[in-house]
């Protein structure tokens, strides 16, 4: 018996091939690969940022630290000053004050004298040397108690009030601190020599003298000065 056909209305449909899920459409090791990438720059620019400021930070430390050590090593020499006044007579004196606790050696003043009559004329340079400043201490230098001397003269001359009145200015000091570096004061400026420290008192004011050309004579006590006090010290570690 012949077996019979379906009629076509019963034919079952073929069911669809599934559709491919979206996920499945990608190369997920090449995208693991450019995540790998990425990371791997990100990581990189954080790292160079980072080390960027913290080279930034550092040269910042290191620029303070000096500042701090340049401060601290002139905080005595800060406290060094001088300067001209007039007594009850309308005589100039020089002052040099030391307003630290230590005392300064090794030094040189170095003062500018005219007669007042000679106005128009340059100031002859003059250098004082004195072996050390006291702690807290004024020192004054007035004409009626120095003389001096040219260089390569055994002679000494003095200033006699007979032949004044005359004009002082105070043109600098140069010092050793308690450190044993060397400065150079002036009523403006404050600056350590290049020079090494001086052993000798003498190369110091010998060197003084090379510098300042305009004048070879040397001053001296006739009498030794008696400073006054200065009032309180400033500490140099404050």
């Given at each position: 018996m012949a077996r019979r056909l379906p009629r076509p209305d019963r034919v079952r449909p073929r069911p669809a091939p599934p559709e491919s899920r979206w996920y499945r459409r990608f190369d997920w090791n090449r995208v693991?690969?450019?995540a790998g990438v990425a990371l791997g720059i990100g990581t990189l620019a954080f790292t160079g940022i980072a080390t960027y400021y913290q080279a930034?930070?550092?040269?910042?430390q290191l620029a303070q630290s000096k500042e701090d050590a340049a401060d601290k090593a002139k905080s005595q020499a800060e406290r060094i000053a001088l300067w001209v006044e007039y007594n009850s007579l309308g005589e100039p004196v020089v002052r040099v004050m030391n307003r630290s606790p230590d005392p300064v050696t090794s030094v040189v003043i170095?003062?500018?004298i005219r007669k007042a009559k000679n106005d128009d004329k340059e100031y002859k340079a003059f250098y004082l040397p004195v072996p050390s400043l006291r702690p807290c201490s004024i020192l004054p230098v007035e004409l009626n108690n120095v003389r001096y001397r040219q260089t390569g003269v055994k002679k000494s001359y003095t200033f006699p009030a007979a032949?004044?009145?005359y004009q002082v200015r105070a043109d600098a000091v140069d010092f050793v601190d308690s450190h044993g570096q060397v400065w150079f004061r002036t009523s403006e400026a404050l600056?350590?020599?290049e020079s090494e420290p001086l052993s000798k008192f003498g190369r110091l004011l010998q060197q003084v003298a090379r510098e300042h050309a305009?004048?070879?004579a040397v001053l001296?006590?006739?009498a030794e000065p008696?400073?006054?006090s200065a009032g309180q010290c400033e500490s140099t570690t404050s």
């Open positions: 693991a690969a450019i930034e930070v550092s040269a910042d170095s003062v500018g032949e004044g009145p600056q350590p020599r305009d004048g070879d001296g006590f006739q008696t400073p006054s």
